[in-house]
RNA sequence: GCGAGAGUGGCGGAAUGGCAGACGCGCAAGACUUAGGAUCUUGUGGGUAACCUCGUGGGGGUUCAAGUCCCCCCUCUCGCACCA
């Protein structure tokens, strides 16, 4: 016999035979109950790496498991296919971004193939196709009639050497200078102001809010992450009148939480970007200088702009405005860490109480006034050494007039009611989140289907011209404000309403509208006429099972559940939510190794000397570095490829599964592959070595239940119960895996003990069922090679079609208890027991136990704890 | 700063309030072998000859019983980061 299997041969074997059978098509079926399993679909970068290898490995184990449990399992698998990589390509390679796109697509597709995971390939998408994309086009054109895709001007990163828009991770910091670089000539970029298209996601706010309660089987974090993300604040709009009216503009309205401290309001901000800004200045001394501080400000990226250290600064307008409650007349100020985005684009200041506030008057010297005062009256309005900020709320406001002595809540319901009341201002509630912009000035994405004609202003394509292709005509040079611009074909049109001429939008959509609705084109990839077909979203959806990277915790996952409402609203799909279950698996990380000359080097560059591992380029001690999530520049990875040659998918599967719970970081470990590939050998040769033994099952003729019968039963079952629950429960694969290993351990203890030339034909039959058992359990994690074994066990229809096995608890009922005996919490002993014995029998035992008598001898027995059968402890 | 999560052998990791360290790696000894980086067997938290004893980041508490529950503290990781 072989000493290891041949996963080279099993596996291609299967791959094709699967293939072949079209085993892993689905259709919607009525009789059995559906399952919809999806894993993120990958972006095409050119190789698969161990995080895709985790998380489709997650994936399939979840699918099959499913099928095998009797659900009809979606289970598809696409190409996040647009996007800036491709474009880099292009530029410096020359390739067109389509055919780099199309080669890495084929070679990773193949990569996954190899990992034998059950995909309805049938259902493949390729977002950067006509056909996927041009229902992007058709969502748009229907958001635009409802008011949902708007534009307005809005900063993009430009850079004034290459002339063209950044992407915010192509603005990288620089040691010594203010504001970011670019990525490619690192000269300094700044902020450029363009007409781009937005998504009204804020309509969506309270629903999006909301909808986190009904999400109880999603991780805890990525619930939290979003709840802040969106960011309700509940507060109070009002209006400050102007000292002296400037031009058309009467009041500065301000948006705040905190009401209650409004009489402690000693000035106001504005942020930079404000229009009110020059209005208030406009013939002011003061206007030089507040022009050259807002435009100094900003031009800063947002990154170094809203760095949270970033020292306060400011400037005074000139203007000053009249606290409504306290009439006094204040100055207006512009500031660097006002946002404009954000409420009303104004705040009123009030430096005892906020922080921010705090630091900008002691910097500016403008008064401090204590309006609220702590339980304890400690506070001394000369003395504050930081703003009092209470989070509790439980101060008193004070030197605030007729309010004075309410507790702060009711200081914020009174002084609302008030402004309300007044006419000052309104209740009304903020949220953090922001408009979603959509415009890239790229050439990889979804062209935006509008035309801007002369006389007819903005019109949109009509949806019986869709799709708007991408023109093929683009030099890619990585300068120009839009690449879709340089085409001579693409921008002219003809204005649908008026026959003219006009100029076709040239900006392309962000990618995150690609992947915020696929999973429903998985539902009717090939319809065409609609994105999504009705009947079948309605059989599908949701998403029963949802696999992915923590780092889409918030946009991708956010933008998807919008998605879902906007095309409920359209009628697409009656689900409010996309995902059932969400599951975020852990990075995969490796350690590194750091040599003083060489830097980070290859394991395969290092030697081993007496324990310590060398530098193979000068000898030097290698220093072992952190473990870190895998990278080409820390030359911590490992590859697919290598792995699948030398140990096979089903090793890597196993691995990748065993090492560590689905949502924690994995630590790679090459010994740690080879204990997997090991155990599979096992599985491998227990199966052989046994097959004479069920070869001839009904060869023998006598029959009794036997010891190693009900041995091998118990193993079985309990084995059946622990990996059913691992799977059931949390998808714990790691201690599924364990569990199986347990058994292989005991199966080869039994095969030792009981050698074949002895066995009863029922204790035959009990070995064939065994193995059946632990092919059928592995099956899900090592498919291949249960397949092929399953085969060897003379079976005929695949293995991925049967049924999983049913836990009998009638087997794993023992004739003995062993029962643990504490004395004062402390193990002292174990007793053995007949199974079914009464509390006052198992204590009894208990006591009359040679060891326990020595502990409790001469001593008081004040309590005797007994659960059944797991434990006695006596207290003494 | 705010939010979330995590600290358990040499390592990855197991433990519905009930025998801490399952399973795997590594290590040690042995078997088989021309050979072994194959395979198999046994052992493997620290201290101790043993009986025992100590032990889940630290300190308190609840409990017959705490890795697990409560309070305080420390460390690390991740996310957000001036949202008024």
Same mark, same amino acid.
């Given at each position: 016999m072989a000493q290891t299997y041949d996963h080279q041969a099993i596996e291609a074997k299967w791959q094709a035979s699967w293939e072949e059978a079209g085993l892993f098509k689905i259709k919607e079926d009525s009789t059995t109950p559906k399952y919809y399993c999806l894993e993120m679909f990958p972006y095409p970068s050119g190789r698969i790496h161990m995080g895709h290898v985790r998380v489709y490995a997650i994936g399939d184990v979840i699918a099959r498991y499913k099928t095998m449990r009797g659900f009809h399992v979606l289970h598809p698998m696409g190409w996040d296919a647009f996007g800036l990589p491709a474009e880099n390509a292009a530029i410096e390679k020359g390739v067109h971004p389509k055919i780099w796109t199309q080669e890495n697509v084929a070679y990773m597709k193949k990569q996954l193939r190899r990992m034998g995971l059950s995909y309805d390939w049938d259902r493949e998408l390729n977002t950067s196709q006509p056909d996927y994309y041009r229902w992007n086009q058709w969502i748009f054109l229907k958001m635009v009639k409802q008011g949902l895709a708007y534009r307005k001007r809005s900063a993009v990163n430009w850079c004034p050497s290459c002339e063209t828009v950044l992407a915010n991770e192509q603005v990288l910091a620089r040691e010594g200078k203010d504001g970011g670089v670019c990525w490619r000539c690192e000269s300094v970029v700044f902020q450029k102001e363009l007409e781009q298209w937005f998504f009204r996601i804020t309509q969506y706010a309270q629903e999006l809010l909301d909808g986190c309660d009904q999400l109880t089987s999603w991780p805890a974090p990525v619930l939290a992450m979003q709840r802040h993300w969106i960011g309700r604040s509940q507060g109070v709009e009002i209006d400050f009148p102007l000292a002296d009216t400037r031009k058309d503009v009467t009041a500065i309205r301000i948006f705040t939480t905190r009401p209650d401290t409004i009489h402690g309001a000693t000035f106001m901000s504005l942020a930079p970007e404000s229009p009110l800004v020059e209005q208030l200045i406009e013939g002011l001394d003061e206007a030089d200088a507040v022009r050259t501080f807002v435009e100094r400000v900003s031009r800063l990226d947002k990154a170094t702009r809203t760095a949270a250290d970033r020292e306060k600064e400011g400037v005074f307008t000139g203007a000053y405005a009249i606290n409504p409650f306290t009439q006094e007349q204040i100055p207006i100020w512009v500031a660097n860490f006002v946002l404009y985005e954000y409420g009303t684009g104004a705040i009123m200041a009030v430096p005892a109480h906020d922080q921010r506030d705090f630091e900008f008057a002691k910097q500016y010297d403008i008064p401090i006034r204590l309006v609220i005062q702590n339980p304890d009256g400690t506070l001394v309005p000369d003395a504050l050494d930081a703003a009092y900020e209470e989070h509790v709320q439980a101060g008193v406001l004070v030197n605030s007039g007729s309010f004075s002595g309410l507790a702060v809540p009711d200081g914020k319901q009174a002084i609302g009611e008030h402004v309300e009341k007044q006419g000052w201002g309104t209740c009304t509630i903020n949220f953090r989140l922001r408009d979603w912009g959509i415009s890239r000035q790229r050439y990889w994405g979804t062209p935006i289907p509008m035309l801007y004609c002369e006389k007819c202003g903005l019109v949109p394509v009509p949806e019986n011209q869709l799709p708007v292709l991408l023109p093929e005509d683009v030099p890619f040079t990585g300068k120009g404000e839009s690449p879709l611009k340089e085409s001579p074909s693409f921008s002219k049109a003809t204005c649908p309403t008026c026959g003219g001429t006009a100029r076709r939008e040239s900006d392309t959509m962000d990618t995150f509208v690609d992947s915020s609705w696929y999973f429903l084109r998985y539902c009717s990839p090939q319809d065409t006429n609609q994105p999504v077909n009705p009947q079948a979203a309605q059989h599908w959806m949701a998403v029963d099972q949802y696999v992915g990277g923590i780092e889409h915790a918030v946009l991708h996952l956010l933008y998807a559940r919008f998605f879902t409402k906007v095309l409920r609203d359209l009628g697409l799909t009656t689900v409010d939510e996309p995902f059932v279950h969400v599951l975020t698996q852990g990075m995969v990380t490796k350690e590194t190794y750091w040599c003083e000359e060489h830097r980070w080097v290859l394991p395969s560059d290092t030697t081993t000397e007496h324990g310590q591992r060398l530098c193979g380029h000068c000898g030097k001690a290698i220093v072992t570095g952190r473990t870190e999530k895998m990278s080409k520049s820390k030359k911590n990875i490992a590859s697919p490829d290598e792995l699948c040659d030398r140990y096979g998918a089903d090793t890597a599967r196993v691995f990748s599964l065993f090492a560590a719970p689905p949502e924690k970081d994995l630590e790679w470990s090459d010994t740690g592959v080879e204990g997997c590939y090991r155990f599979l050998n096992r599985v491998w040769r227990l199966v052989h070595e046994q097959?004479?033994?069920?070869?001839?099952?009904?060869?023998?003729?006598?029959?009794?239940?036997?010891?190693?019968?009900?041995?091998?039963?118990?193993?079985?079952?309990?084995?059946?119960?622990? !990996?059913?629950?691992?799977?059931?429960?949390?998808?714990?694969?790691?201690?599924?895996?364990?569990?199986?290993?347990?058994?292989?351990?005991?199966?080869?203890?039994?095969?030792?003990?009981?050698?074949?030339?002895?066995?009863?034909?029922?204790?035959?039959?009990?070995?064939?069922?065994?193995?059946?058992?632990?092919?059928?359990?592995?099956?899900?994690?090592?498919?291949?090679?249960?397949?092929?074994?399953?085969?060897?066990?003379?079976?005929?229809?695949?293995?991925?079609?049967?049924?999983?096995?049913?836990?009998?608890?009638?087997?794993?009922?023992?004739?003995?208890?062993?029962?643990?005996?504490? !004395?004062?919490?402390?193990?002292?002993?174990?007793?053995?027991?007949?199974?079914?014995?009464?509390?006052?029998?198992?204590i009894a035992a208990a006591q009359s136990d040679a060891k326990i008598m020595e502990w409790v001898q001469g001593k008081t027995l004040r309590k005797v704890i007994y659960v059944e059968p797991k434990l006695v402890n006596f207290v003494i």
């Open positions: 097959l004479p033994v069920i070869g001839n099952v009904n060869e023998s003729v006598e029959s009794k239940q036997s010891e190693l019968l009900t041995e091998l039963q118990r193993a079985t079952h309990h084995t059946i119960q622990r !990996v059913t629950g691992d799977l059931d429960r949390d998808f714990q694969f790691n201690t599924a895996i364990a569990a199986l290993m347990e058994y292989v351990n005991q199966l080869y203890k039994l095969m030792k003990d009981y050698p074949a030339n002895t066995l009863l034909a029922d204790e035959r039959a009990g070995w064939q069922s065994a193995l059946d058992t632990l092919l059928l359990l592995l099956a899900p994690f090592a498919p291949h090679l249960a397949e092929e074994l399953w085969e060897t066990m003379g079976h005929t229809s695949s293995i991925a079609r049967q049924s999983w096995p049913v836990f009998n608890p009638e087997y794993v009922v023992t004739t003995e208890w062993t029962i643990p005996i504490q !004395v004062n919490g402390k193990l002292r002993s174990k007793i053995c027991v007949p199974a079914g014995s009464t509390k006052d029998q198992v």
